[in-house]
Nanobody, 128 residues
Framework: QVQLVESGGGLVQAGGSLRLSCTAS????????SGWFRQAPGKERDFVAA???????????YYADSVKGRFTISRDNAKRTVYLQMNTLEPEDTAIYYC??????????????????WGQGTQVTVSS
């Protein structure tokens, strides 16, 4: 069983930055893909960013249009940790942010159903 633990959420003013971390434990090896999703009150869980990894091709990243150019996803395989650097935050970014992972070979990264494991979520609040 895989456990994902997120950290780094908090309260920040519009225009500020936060870095979220998600560390995996409970299974050897790295995930084939990790993603970040967010869910605001009364809304569905939306895709934010994902990073895939394969030994022969390295990492590739994917972003929602709403965060492209402001957020950066990265991973440290040695630490089994995925990061989400969030810059130029806007009040619309306020949500609970969840990290997710799958260890299956996949080319699908954009929906919650593409992932098998989830963290507990971390709150990000951006004030105007």
């Amino acid at each position: 069983q895989v456990q994902l633990v997120e950290s780094g959420g908090g309260l920040v003013q519009a225009g500020g930055s936060l870095r979220l971390s998600c560390t995996a434990s409970g299974r050897a090896g790295g995930s084939s893909a990790s993603g970040w999703f967010r869910q605001a009150p009364g809304k569905e869980r939306d895709f934010v960013a994902a990073i895939s990894w394969a030994r022969w091709s390295g990492s590739r990243t994917y972003y929602a249009d709403s965060v492209k150019g402001r957020f950066t996803i990265s991973r440290d395989n040695a630490k089994r940790t995925v990061y989400l650097q969030m810059n130029t935050l806007e009040p619309e970014d306020t949500a609970i942010y969840y990290c997710a992972a799958t260890y299956d070979s996949t080319t699908h990264y954009y929906t919650p159903a593409d992932y098998d494991y989830w963290g507990q979520g971390t709150q990000v609040t951006v004030s105007s």
